[in-house]
């Protein structure tokens, strides 16, 4: 299995400003995932974390709203740029393990004023 | 990646037990299926995975159909603490697609006392 932390665990943010979210795993691995859930939504995948180079973005998502760094194999950042009240969500890091589960962090949850 | 339906939400009772289906009528002969629980404010939590036939493990049981366009969850003996949202993916955890979850809109279950 694979233990994921999340920091912050909640922010309350002003519109504009821009929020870094942290991802750590206790393990290393090869495949990491940023996810976001709308409130009452289900999970969305924002991009996947490529260690050593650009990360790869799902259709709606751009690298310059979510810039993303992935220095190693266990750790990432997701950063949620100029925000916006319609950012408000929260944010989720995933894992692939070595078996084939896949893992979710605790959540960030982020609220945009 | 293939889309999922499941019921929007089921009601149960303790200690009965429950069965929550899943349509994936456009599975592909890579794809596993898998099942989350989600509490509120929390990550999504591995509960099974399986390909063909039937899975079991300490909490779950997973059944299903020898064409693979449906699945089934099922609980046994819920309890209160069973109260979640419940998530059926469907996707080849093998390939470069793993990790690229596809989440429908889950089973909200409420067990009652």
């Known amino acids: 299995s694979a233990v994921i932390s999340q920091k912050p665990s909640r922010d309350i943010c002003q519109r504009g400003t821009s929020l870094t979210i942290q991802c750590q795993v206790d393990s290393q691995v090869t495949m990491m995932f940023w996810y976001r859930q709308q409130p009452g939504q289900s999970l969305t995948l924002i991009a996947t974390?490529?260690?050593?180079?650009?990360?790869?973005?799902e259709s709606g998502f751009v690298i310059d709203k979510f810039p993303i760094s992935r220095p190693n194999l266990t750790f990432s950042t997701l950063t949620v740029s100029n925000m916006s009240p319609e950012d408000s969500s929260i944010y989720l890091c995933?894992?692939?393990?070595?078996?084939?589960?896949?893992?979710f962090g605790p959540g960030t949850r982020l609220t945009v004023l | 990646l293939a889309k999922t339906t499941q019921p929007i939400s089921m009601d149960s009772y303790e200690g009965q037990e429950v069965n929550i289906t899943c349509s994936h009528n456009?599975?592909?002969?890579?794809?596993?299926i898998t099942w989350y629980q989600q509490f509120p404010s929390q990550g999504p939590r591995f509960i099974i995975q399986?390909?063909?036939t039937k899975v079991t493990n300490e909490v779950a049981s997973l059944f299903i159909p020898a064409d693979r366009k449906s699945s089934t969850l099922s609980l046994p003996r819920v309890s209160l603490s069973d109260t979640a949202v419940y998530y059926c993916l469907v996707g080849d955890v093998l390939g470069t697609n793993a990790g690229k979850s596809t989440f429908g809109d889950g089973t909200t279950l409420t067990v009652k006392p």
């Open positions: 995933s894992v692939v393990a070595s078996v084939n589960e896949q893992f």
């Open positions: 456009n599975i592909a002969t890579n794809d596993y």
């Open positions: 399986g390909y063909k």
């Open positions: 974390a490529n260690q050593g180079s650009e990360a790869t973005y």
